[in-house]
């Protein structure tokens, strides 16, 4: 864990970057210098030096996620038509042939395949198409 010590602090551990933050550099003396978690992954707790951990299947995290399963404005749940695997730096779209209503889906099985007697002929879809002619 890397700490910022600036002059005039009372101990060492008195200024770390903060949750959804980490930097490698020594000699710190403002926060401007710890930089935001990359998306896909979350910065949990202070002082660290390294990106943390991937965030959790069916959450997407944008950037500053200081949690595995974010809310805005660092992350959100995966929306409905879409799933998030874990780790994930965008959104990745339920395939042709498939859809899904439902949020926080984490891999490809679990979009819900067409109907039958329906088509689904694009991505991201939240409903069937259409039914299928007679």
Do not use: H
Request: proline share 8%.
């Amino acid at each position: 864990v890397l700490f910022r010590s600036p002059t005039n602090t009372q101990f060492a551990t008195q200024y770390m970057c903060p949750k959804g933050t980490y930097s490698n550099d020594t000699g710190m003396t403002t926060n401007a210098t710890c930089k935001k978690c990359p998306a896909g992954v979350f910065c949990g707790s202070t002082g660290l030096t390294t990106p943390g951990s991937n965030c959790s299947a069916g959450y997407l995290c944008i950037g500053g996620s200081w949690t595995a399963t974010p809310t805005l404005p660092e992350g959100t749940v995966c929306p409905a038509g879409y799933y998030c695997p874990s780790g994930t730096q965008g959104l990745v779209a339920c395939p042709a042939g498939t859809f899904s209503s439902t949020i926080g889906l984490g891999s490809e099985d679990q979009c819900t395949p067409c109907l039958p007697g329906y088509y689904c002929n694009s991505t991201a879809a939240m409903n069937v198409t259409g039914k299928c002619a007679a």
